[in-house]
């Protein structure tokens, strides 16, 4: 079984920095993406950042030049470094792993999450 664990979640003040990890153990499949999502009280979850197993990374459009995801593949962990964080990032930021595997004609897929770290951004 995958398990994702995150950390680094805080308050922190308008400007400043956090850096949150996201650990996963258990059978992991390569290549595979990790992503970091955030949701707001009351909003939709969202998509903030994606790395893949190669390195190739995609950001939204609000967190681009503020933002860097990495990922270390031996430790099997993934990082984000906010910076110059703003009241609107307040969110629960949560891990998310997945990978598509072909077997003949067919095509599984597999995705899990971690249980979320909150980042709250003081104006």
């Known amino acids: 079984q995958v398990q994702l664990v995150e950390s680094g979640g805080d308050l922190v003040q308008a400007g400043g920095s956090l850096r949150l990890s996201c650990a996963a153990s258990?059978?992991?499949?390569?290549?595979?993406?990790m992503s970091w999502y955030r949701q707001a009280p009351g909003k939709q979850r969202e998509l903030v950042a994606t790395?893949?197993?190669?390195?190739?990374?995609n950001y939204t459009d609000s967190v681009k030049g503020r933002f860097t995801i990495s990922g270390d593949n031996a430790k099997n962990t993934v990082y984000l470094e906010m910076n110059s964080l703003k009241p609107e990032d307040t969110a629960t930021f949560y891990c998310?792993?997945?990978?598509?595997?072909?077997?003949?004609?067919?095509?599984?897929?597999?995705?899990?999450w971690g249980q979320g770290t909150q980042v709250t951004v003081s104006s």
């Open positions: 790395i893949t197993s190669g390195g190739s990374t």
């Open positions: 998310n792993l997945r990978w598509t595997v072909y077997r003949g004609p067919y095509r599984y897929e597999y995705e899990y």
């Open positions: 258990g059978s992991i499949f390569n290549p595979n993406v």
